[in-house]
């Protein structure tokens, strides 16, 4: 039986490298359409985790890891020799940042050669993670034609990119629209009738590159669109403009606008990483990418804002920031998930403890930190009791969690500086809450 039959019969082994915020939902999605699915990561606590039916990624619910043990064939293993087994294998690994702001494509490498290793006639190979054009065509195209192989005829390759977001309710692995594109047409063409087996609607694309450029195009909206607001931000709130009011007022408008908030600093795995790939790229074409640097400018300099703020704040107080207790609220990057990647909370804290402030965080979904690549606090959430609270100085929200109850927060602290707009409803005494 073909490749093409395989997938259409539902019978295709889909294999998932990499059971991250990404990997994971889609090997769930490919199970749930009844496809037998193999899970590979390097991390063997994710690996015993799913063999025991526990969920690490929290905001996926437990549910999803259960299902997995019942239905299709589903297995999760370190042993990349089993790659051979799959029709399909999907590379789902990170793609960081070197510290130079440079791509580090260390991970896509191994994976392209551990898929080389063990490459056959009939395979099909896609790559999901967030990377600059070519990335498919340029370093995983030759490891595997290094086999002797020939890509659309023996085996299969394309480009599909992950536009997944951690936390959303209303959109999910399967109704999330899939661009898809083939380093070849027969690549193409494979690529899309397996994701049509999974995903609701999936859209082919001209080749590989177009869909790797339009995942970057997003995100550099996306970039770009945060820096404006926050550049809005610090100029309205000069003029003592409330930049909120004009979010809102701005979006009554049917057409033409899109709102965007602004906040501590950017976080996560790709709006603060994800445009520097292409920056990176463009040099070799001989091009800069201004766009992207004046919204890295913008974005990075937030939490020195933010602080600046928490400082004008406590000076009106007839306080210092140093020798004074602060409290973050919030070390997640965003609402309701327990994802601290890039966190601008790490930032904020450090720049506090700096000052001289002692500095404690609250974290519904993080109770403690890890060793992280730049930071390692080694501090734990602490509780959010009426004593607590207002025995800070100062409480400084850099993450509006939908656990929080804002006015209880409101009523017990002593001054709030506030970078989410998260105090906007509480009632009662409003002259201690600073907007940042
Ligand atoms: N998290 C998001 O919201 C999101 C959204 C869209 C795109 N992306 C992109 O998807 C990719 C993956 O991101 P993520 O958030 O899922 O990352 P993640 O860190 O949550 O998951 C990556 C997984 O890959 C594993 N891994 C690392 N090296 C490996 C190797 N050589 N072989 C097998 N497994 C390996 C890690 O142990 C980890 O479990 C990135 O390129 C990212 O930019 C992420």
Known sequence: MNLREKIENGSAIVGVIGLGYVGLPLLAAFHRAGLPTIGFDVDPAKISALHEGRNYLKHLGDELVTCLKSGAKFEATADFARLAECDAIISCVPTPLGQHLEPDLSYVEKTAEDVAKTLRPGQLVILESTTYPRTTREVMLPKFEARGLKCGQDFFLAYSPEREDPGRKDFSTQTIPKLVGGIDEASGALAVALYRKAIKQVIPVANAEVAEAAKLLENIYRAVNIALVNEMKMVLTAMGIDVWEVIRAASTKPFGFQAFYPGPGLGGHCIPIDPFYLTWKAREVG????????????????????????????????????????????????????????????????KLEELGAHVDYNDPHVSATHKMRKYDLQMHSV?????????????????????????????????????????????????????A
């Open 383 to 435: 509780e959010l009791t009426k004593e607590n609270v207002a025995s800070y100085d100062c409480v400084l929200v850099a993450t509006h969690h939908a656990a929080y109850d804002w006015q209880f927060i409101a009523d017990n602290s002593k001054l709030i500086v506030d970078s989410r707009n998260a105090l906007r409803n509480v009632s009662g005494r409003r002259e201690h809450i600073v907007q």
């Open 287 to 350: 091009m800069s990418t201004k766009f992207i640097e004046l919204a890295g400018e913008i974005n990075h300099a937030m939490p020195e804002y933010v602080v600046s703020r928490v400082s004008l704040a406590m000076n009106d107080h007839g306080k210092a920031v140093k020798g004074s207790r602060v409290l973050v609220l919030g070390l997640a990057y965003k609402p309701d998930v327990d994802d601290v990647r890039e966190s601008p909370s790490f930032e904020l804290i450090e």
